[in-house]
């Protein structure tokens, strides 16, 4: 008999629940899953900027180092043309000189481009400025998902205010709150202002 009068109890103290507070309890839970989803788009933006980052200077250093290659080819290449001029060469050494002197200019325009492998300065410089961009556009990104988690946070404290004080003031300004903030993180993801 105990157990039937607290289960009736309880029923009576459910039918009792304020609407208001329902509603805060559902808005409550709509802006935490709005507030993870805010909070991985910028975890996200954040880590791409990072790694586009890391990608561009690879690519710059590996455009320095073709670059020293370059120069070391172009030196020695100098040197060949100016041994060249002499006339103390056997026409051994001469046909020598001249054949290394069309290794190295070769090897000199490989380094300035490579479109087979893209690894010539003029394809490296391209894929660093590209990663450059990538990291700029997630840079553009990640300041929107901040201000957003931060007004998702406040609202969802306001709410909590709201449903303790059964204050429809503070759900309502939550609402707001929670609404700018959504539309914030959406413009994090997509960019429109």
Known sequence: MGQAHEAHEMAEQIKHIDQNQIKGAILVSILAMALAIV????????????QENILAANAYNFYQAKNVRQT???????????????????PKTREYLQKKL??????????????????GKKELLAIAKAHEKHRDLALQKDPWFD???????IAIVLTSVGIVLG??????ASLGLGGFGILLGLNGFFLVV
Do not use: C, H
């Open 147 to 153: 201000y957003a988690e931060s007004l998702i946070q």
């Open 102 to 119: 069309g290794d190295y200019q070769k090897n000199i325009a490989r380094y300035e481009s490579e479109p087979e492998t893209k690894e």
């Open 72 to 90: 070391a080819y172009k030196l020695a290449a100098d040197q060949i043309e100016a041994d060249l001029l002499g006339d103390k060469l056997s």
């Open 39 to 50: 909070s991985l788009g910028g975890n996200n933006a954040a880590k791409e900027a990072t």
């Open 167 to 172: 204050s429809m003031v503070f759900i309502w």
